[in-house]
């Protein structure tokens, strides 16, 4: 099966999906770049631990390993090197990020992954894998689908990194894909989505489904927007978010998405997606993506969680359930 290196091991969702590989019985080491906590961590689970950053050619610490799957964030920050390192080293790069700019990179760098014999997977968390699996369902379910649209839900409180993740992406600017094409869309205006309760607002922010959603339907014509609650930005100041969610608040906070699909004669189709709060979610779901890989599901180059695994990856996560509206 090979070896499985947890990198950002002793972060929130990182140790938790530590904790989850132990559970399972996978040949895994953790890594990141402060030794005191991976020391420990190691010792709790009795798993070797490795110490690197990277400024300075990460893939000489990565001899004996298979897939590095990265939970460090902002990715802004890491997945390019970490990337580049598993390309040079001949290691499947898996990612939990939702920050669009991983993705464009991700695919700039898949032509060169795919002559090394490498598979670039980011998103294989809440969001983006359930999304995808969304996309995928709802937009076989009109003749010739032509535009798309995916609304997010992000309920109750954020950890703080994944508020830093958020800046990332509201810091690529407004886009969204038109003919195919991502272009910036200033006068993108909030939408109304109703994930289960009633009709919300969102507004529109470009997370990574713009990329991931037209390399796994070939959609053209893509928007993506959010609902973010005021208590997951308290004021506005990240620095008021707690840095892990209980498991108390996670319980009560399930994770909802809805895509909605404009098929070429005008059907229109609408799915949801509702499954356990995203914290509990992505490593349960990034986890069982790098089994898959370590086991044998892969593919060279960039790829996204639902053309790689199936549309039905999300359903194979307990609590995850997809429904839908009749089409109109």
Request: with cysteine.
């Amino acid at each position: 099966m090979g070896t499985l290196l947890i990198y950002g091991a002793t972060g929130y969702t990182g140790r938790m999906a530590a904790e989850r590989a132990k559970a399972l019985g996978l040949n895994f080491e953790i890594a990141g770049r402060n030794a005191e906590p991976l020391k420990a961590l190691s010792t709790q689970l009795g798993v070797p631990y490795r110490v690197f950053t990277l400024n300075d050619h990460p893939e000489r610490s990565l001899d004996g390993i298979t897939v590095l799957l990265n939970f460090a964030g902002p990715f802004a920050h890491t997945a390019e090197a970490l990337m580049n390192a598993c390309i040079s080293a001949g290691i499947d790069y898996l990612d939990i990020t939702a920050e669009i700019n991983v993705y464009r990179l991700a695919e700039q760098l898949g032509v060169k992954a795919a002559k090394s014999g490498v598979m670039l997977l980011p998103g294989v968390g809440w969001d983006v894998a359930t999304t995808d699996s969304l996309a995928v369902h709802v937009g076989a379910r009109v003749t010739n689908p032509q535009a798309l649209s995916i609304a997010l839900q992000v309920p109750g409180s954020m950890s703080r990194g994944s508020a830093k993740s958020v800046s990332e992406i509201i810091g690529a600017g407004p886009l969204s894909r038109v003919d195919g094409k991502l272009v910036l869309t200033p006068e993108a205006q909030p939408r109304n989505f109703d994930f289960g309760d009633g009709p919300v607002l969102c507004a529109p922010l470009p997370f990574g489904d713009l990329v991931t959603a037209w390399h796994s339907t070939g959609i053209a014509n893509i928007a993506m927007y959010v609902h973010i609650s005021g208590e997951a930005f308290p004021a506005g100041d990240p620095g008021q978010l707690p840095d892990e969610p209980d498991v108390a608040h996670r319980d009560a906070h399930r994770a909802r998405a809805v895509a909605e699909v404009v098929g070429a004669n005008g059907e229109l189709a609408r799915s949801r997606i509702e499954t356990v709060n995203g914290y509990s979610f992505t490593p349960l779901a990034a986890v069982d993506a790098a089994r898959r890989v370590m086991e044998g599901e892969r593919q060279a180059g960039f790829e996204t969680a639902a053309r790689l695994f199936g549309a039905g990856f999300a359903e194979t996560i307990p609590g995850t359930k997809i429904s839908d509206e009749p089409v109109v």
